[in-house]
């Protein structure tokens, strides 16, 4: 296939390529003066896709690490660090945002590019390591290095393919492919096509390991990739099981498809939420949606929270004989989110099994019969047994029993989340959900998988 004209369209222009050159080098100009100036021992560099070249047309992230010999004290790291990220962001009137990683870093956006600025540590190689992010200059030196010539647009086209199909970028909101891994998978690959055709018989445990370090049996990931730069690390450790199986199944889609052109740009959906509504009508299901507000907290903080809410609700209606056929999350990731519930149940009988020892146990056997009463127990199996009156017999009813002061601690909520839902839950109506993000999460909710195939 001839790439050229989808190359044209996801490479950054020449204007956009020139102004991010310009802004680098005028915000490194300015640190590594200050440095100088001020007699600090460190270094601004420029790290991350951009100093790579293999950054996507209009995600021109610019990445500015600031980094210290290993001798400084982490304390004067990072304050020396944030200082100088501050002055950086005073001299071009722009306004500074912290936000966390294994150490505080800032924010900012200038002449319309988001800027980070990241303190670390200058270091040779993996062993040498003090915080995760101090292997990122490695990485950059590392892809520079051994990224050969007209291999950039190959990574390009990797991560526009799987951008377009849902299996990109490392956030645990996405838990895809991230960008270091697309550009070792060219590395060791050479070619986007080759990476597919590899991919596509992939198995579970596949391992890359382009140094042959030996290191791989420390590892139990759907996807091992040593990190060239640290051999005890795998690269693919943030991709989850289901991003691996949705990319291994969307390079054989690709590889079969006579429509290959559509794989790099997004799914014409025409979000209708009538037909969305009747076709949850049509599946019978009883469905719940829980909306609350959500607290302000980094979304690499929330999204984790909200997937533990959502599987251990998910897990506790189960348990009490809610069965449910799938559960999902949806956030505006600013004021509130959506738990939403597909159960096979509307209402269950007044009964139900109350399992008691196993008949080999006699004292605990005798105990369980004078609580219930000789009258009510039986035997099923091995079991004794009682049938008792079921407390709740809605999983509405339920769920309002558990999103109470005194209940909630029997679901394992996110430490954030517990105030907000105790104080703005509501059960909704499916057809009170509106906006087209929104329906966008319904629709994937009905049919999954849709990005993987055209």
């Known amino acids: 296939m001839d790439y050229e004209l989808i190359l044209d369209e996801i490479k950054p222009t020449e204007e956009e390529k020139n102004k991010v050159k310009e802004v680098s080098e005028k915000l490194l100009e300015f640190l590594n003066d200050k440095i100088h100036i001020s007699g600090i021992d460190a270094e601004a560099v420029l790290v991350g896709s951009v100093a790579k070249r293999t950054y ?53 956006e200038i002449d319309g590019f988001k800027i980070d600025f990241v303190p670390c540590y200058s270091i040779e190689d993996g062993s040498q390591l ?23 647009d190959e990574v390009l086209l990797l991560k526009r393919f799987m951008d377009m199909t849902g299996t990109y970028g490392s956030e645990f909101k996405v838990g895809g492919f991230a960008g270091y891994l697309c550009e070792l998978l060219i590395i060791k690959y050479g070619s986007f096509e080759n990476t597919l055709m590899e991919a596509s018989n992939w198995q579970f445990g596949h391992v890359i ?51 290959k052109t559509d794989y790099f740009y997004p799914l014409d959906k025409d979000l209708n ?23 302000q907290i980094p979304l690499d903080t929330l999204h984790p929270q909200l997937k533990k809410t959502a599987d251990s609700l998910e897990r506790i209606l189960n348990s009490n004989d809610f069965l449910v056929f799938q559960s999902g999350y949806w956030t505006d990731e600013k004021n509130f989110a959506i738990i939403l519930l597909e159960l096979a149940v509307f209402k269950l009988n007044d009964i139900k099994i ?35 009156k079921r407390e709740f017999i809605t999983p509405q009813d339920y769920i309002n029993h558990l999103l109470s002061e005194e209940y909630i601690s029997l679901i394992k909520v996110g ?34 998988n849709q990005h993987i195939k055209r």
């Open 130 to 152: 003090k915080s995760a992010v101090d292997r990122t200059i490695l990485h950059t030196k590392y892809v520079q290095a051994n990224l050969k010539e007209g291999q950039n």
């Open 273 to 295: 939420k009538d037909a969305i509504l009747d076709e949850f009508k049509s599946r019978k299901s009883n469905l719940i949606a829980i909306k609350f507000d959500i607290p």
């Open 56 to 108: 996507l047309r209009g995600k021109s992230d610019i990445d500015i690490f600031i980094s210290f010999p290993l001798s400084t004290d982490k304390k004067d790291l990072k304050q020396i660090g944030l200082d100088l990220a501050h002055e950086c962001c005073d001299s071009f009137n722009a306004e500074p945002h912290h936000q966390f990683a294994s150490h505080p870093y800032v924010t900012t």
């Open 209 to 259: 390991d382009l140094m042959d370090y030996g290191t791989a049996s420390n590892f139990k990931d759907p996807l091992i990739c040593i990190d060239p730069t640290d051999k005890n690390r795998n690269v693919g450790a943030a991709l989850r099981l289901d991003k691996y199986s949705q990319f291994i199944q969307s390079a054989r889609n690709y590889l079969s498809s006579d429509k």
């Open 415 to 448: 430490k954030n989340l517990i105030k907000p839902i105790l104080e703005s839950y509501e059960i909704l109506n499916i057809e009170d959900l509106t906006g087209n993000e929104l329906l966008a999460f319904l629709d994937d909710f009905l049919y999954p």
């Open 354 to 388: 109350h399992k008691g020892p196993k008949v080999f146990i006699k004292q605990a056997c005798d105990n369980f019969i004078e609580k219930f009463g000789l009258e009510n127990c039986y035997v099923l199996d091995d079991y004794m047994v009682s049938n008792v």
